[in-house]
């Protein structure tokens, strides 16, 4: 079985989308190395909807574009995580101990149940998350 590593949506929407986002060159730096080694990409199913929620909302592509962009994302080497009810209640456990909302503790949740690494660019909750094992911020895999 190959290693894994969870993201959360602030470095995948990276990959996608550099448009008014910071560290594209972390973020690209990430996926060369995971596209260069036997490392799938875990994430919760959520991850696909905030996803194209920001795609939609935050930027101005057209249907084609959109579609485009939503091909991009199922190209991409993910694995995604059903939402077991194993995997909630430990997603409710972390997000009431370390203060996250639910959508946040997610991803922090399948690392934990993966006992891989999370990596996000998201600074609040690298800040919220970072005493635990194998937390690192994207600005951690500088080119």
């Not at 959508?103 to 949740?109: E, H, K, P, R």
Request: aromatic residues 6%; hydrophobic residues 50%.
């Amino acid at each position: 079985m190959a290693a894994k590593i969870v993201v959360d949506t602030s470095v995948l929407i990276k990959w996608i989308k550099s448009r008014d986002e910071d560290l594209i060159r972390e973020a690209r730096t990430l996926l060369d190395r995971i596209e260069r080694t036997p490392l799938g990409v875990a994430v919760p199913a959520l991850l696909l909807y905030e996803v194209g929620n920001i795609l939609l909302t935050k930027t101005r592509l057209g249907t084609e574009e959109l579609a485009r962009a939503i091909d991009e994302i199922s190209a991409l080497p993910l694995v995604i995580a059903d939402p077991r009810i194993g995997l909630l209640r430990r997603t409710a456990r972390i997000g009431r101990e370390l203060d996250l909302t639910f959508y946040d503790a997610s991803f922090v949740a399948l690392a934990e149940e993966l006992d891989c690494t999370f990596v996000t660019a998201d600074r609040k909750l690298y800040q919220a998350a970072r005493r635990l094992p194998r937390v690192m911020h994207l600005s951690d895999f500088a080119a």
